[in-house]
């Protein structure tokens, strides 16, 4: 061999905003750690970032937790009714406050040395602070997250000057009711987590396009008529949806269903929401980095009254043990493939009719990656 290929100066990079000219981003974004800090600051920390359903922060006191990245905040129902959301740091010496999901019926006490807040992050009590001269209980607060709901489902925004939902995703929330016009009103009933050897980025281009399906997902392109199949793309969003047959290898369903189609729709950075064939319910399909080639993959269902139906059990099951495994093995396969030597920038396979198959929906998504970063 005479050469090997080396990684190309930066400023080489043919990623373009045009879908129909333009490779990809290059391979040493999907890995590097410079990449993922600068994604941190410029996409993590300004987004909106989905946390849980409503129905598991309904009653007073319920709270969900999450982490961004190095960041933990927490989600909590006041006394009053009120939703906020915290940083889930004690304010003494930065001990967590709350694990998991539960109910805080009184005050949050932090485990390390019992400072205590109420549901509105107000300090009230921080045991011998009555000896410390000048020590003042309303200088200690907890800074408070922005929340918001969108279609029954709580997100936080770590910006303060962030633009309200409506306004980042327009046309989002009546397009997924119209999907799903109980969503506000199911419960949480399954989650399928997968922890995957790859970049989040790599997720999601995974997740944004089928040109991989017919190779990839035998039974999805089963259950799918894939001649039907729709990828639309808007203001920090996107769709994609086909009609389905009820006799597949996949998972059979009744075909007087109300719900015929297999549908996905996708919010920037790191959601989607997805609605099976024969199913009233809907999924959530987290993906957030943990590491520069590490994801947490957190697919839940939500169903009506928290409950699983015998066609939604064996949707689930389906994801579980076949869809899911499917990705998870290519995504890590490619998160190698992007340290080869002999690899540098693919091309997005956009047909000008934008079919089926077409990449728009990846070129979509990387561009919004792009645009955050400051590249186009």
């Not at 997720?203 to 995974?206: A, H, L, S, Y």
């Not at 190779?215 to 392109?221: P, R, S």
């Given at each position: 061999?005479?050469?090997?290929?080396?990684?190309?100066?930066?400023?080489?990079?043919?990623?373009?905003?045009?879908?129909?000219?333009?490779?990809?981003?290059?391979?040493?974004?999907?890995?590097?750690?410079?990449?993922?800090?600068?994604?941190?600051?410029?996409?993590f920390l300004?987004?909106?970032?989905?946390?849980?359903?409503?129905?598991?922060?309904?009653?007073?006191?319920?709270?969900v937790?999450?982490?961004?990245?190095?960041?933990?905040?927490?989600?909590?129902?006041?006394?009053?009714?009120?939703?906020k959301a915290?940083?889930?740091?004690?304010?003494?010496?930065?001990?967590?406050?709350?694990?998991?999901?539960g109910?805080?019926?009184?005050?949050?006490?932090?485990?390390?040395?019992?400072?205590?807040?109420?549901?509105?992050?107000?300090?009230?009590?921080?045991?011998?602070?009555?000896?410390?001269?000048?020590?003042?209980?309303?200088?200690?607060?907890?800074?408070?997250?922005?929340?918001?709901?969108f279609?029954?489902?709580?997100?936080?925004?770590?910006?303060?000057?962030?633009r309200?939902?409506?306004?980042?995703?327009?046309?989002?929330?009546?397009?997924?009711?119209?999907?799903?016009?109980?969503?506000?009103?199911?419960?949480?009933?399954?989650?399928?987590?997968?922890?995957?050897?790859?970049?989040?980025?790599n997720?999601?281009?995974?997740l944004l396009?089928?040109?991989?399906?017919s190779?990839?997902?035998?039974?999805?392109?089963d259950?799918?008529?894939?001649?039907?199949?729709?990828?639309?793309?808007?203001?920090?969003?996107?769709?994609?949806?086909?009609?389905c047959?009820?006799?597949?290898?996949?998972?059979?369903?009744d075909?007087?269903?109300?719900?015929?189609?297999?549908?996905?729709?996708?919010?920037?950075?790191?959601?989607?929401?997805?609605?099976?064939p024969?199913?009233?319910?809907?999924?959530?399909?987290s993906?957030?980095?943990?590491?520069?080639?590490?994801?947490?993959?957190?697919?839940?269902?939500?169903?009506?009254?928290?409950?699983?139906?015998?066609?939604?059990?064996?949707?689930?099951?389906?994801?579980?043990?076949?869809?899911?495994?499917?990705?998870?093995?290519?995504?890590?396969?490619?998160?190698k493939?992007?340290?080869?030597?002999?690899?540098h920038?693919?091309?997005?396979?956009?047909?000008g009719e934008?079919?089926?198959?077409s990449?728009?929906?990846?070129?979509?998504?990387q561009?919004?990656?792009?645009?955050?970063?400051?590249?186009?």
């Open positions: 061999m005479d050469q090997i290929y080396k990684r190309p100066d930066p400023s080489a990079d043919m990623f373009d905003g045009d879908a129909g000219r333009s490779y990809t981003l290059p391979a040493w974004m999907y890995h590097e750690p410079e990449t993922l800090r600068e994604e941190r600051d410029a996409i300004k987004s909106w970032i989905y946390v849980a359903h409503l129905s598991e922060v309904k009653e007073p006191g319920q709270y937790t999450a982490e961004i990245l190095d960041q933990r905040i927490y989600v909590i129902r006041t006394r009053s009714g009120d939703l915290f940083f889930n740091v004690c304010q003494h010496r930065g001990h967590s406050l709350l694990r998991g999901k109910t805080a019926r009184n005050l949050l006490v932090c485990p390390y040395h019992s400072w205590s807040y109420d549901h509105d992050g107000a300090l009230k009590a921080a045991p011998n602070c009555e000896h410390v001269k000048n020590f003042d209980k309303g200088s200690f607060s907890l800074p408070e997250v922005r929340v918001e709901m279609a029954g489902f709580v997100f936080v925004n770590l910006d303060p000057e962030a309200p939902m409506s306004e980042v995703y327009p046309g989002a929330e009546a397009r997924l009711l119209e999907h799903c016009p109980d969503a506000p009103e199911l419960g949480t009933a399954r989650e399928i987590v997968f922890d995957i050897k790859g970049n989040w980025k997720v999601g281009d995974n396009e089928c040109y991989h399906c190779t990839a997902h035998k039974a999805f392109v259950l799918v008529e894939m001649p039907t199949y729709t990828v639309e793309t808007y203001d920090n969003w996107s769709i994609q949806w086909g009609e047959r009820s006799s597949n290898t996949a998972y059979e369903f075909a007087a269903s109300a719900v015929t189609s297999n549908t996905t729709l996708y919010l920037w950075p790191a959601v989607a929401f997805a609605q099976f024969g199913t009233g319910g809907i999924a959530t399909f993906f957030l980095p943990t590491a520069p080639e590490m994801t947490h993959q957190v697919f839940a269902y939500h169903g009506a009254g928290g409950e699983i139906t015998d066609t939604a059990a064996r949707a689930l099951d389906y994801f579980q043990d076949v869809l899911g495994p499917e990705d998870v093995s290519l995504v890590e396969d490619v998160q493939g992007l340290h080869s030597l002999g690899y920038q693919g091309r997005f396979m956009v047909d934008r079919s089926a198959i990449e728009h929906a990846v070129h979509h998504f561009k919004l990656v792009a645009r955050a970063l400051g590249m186009v």
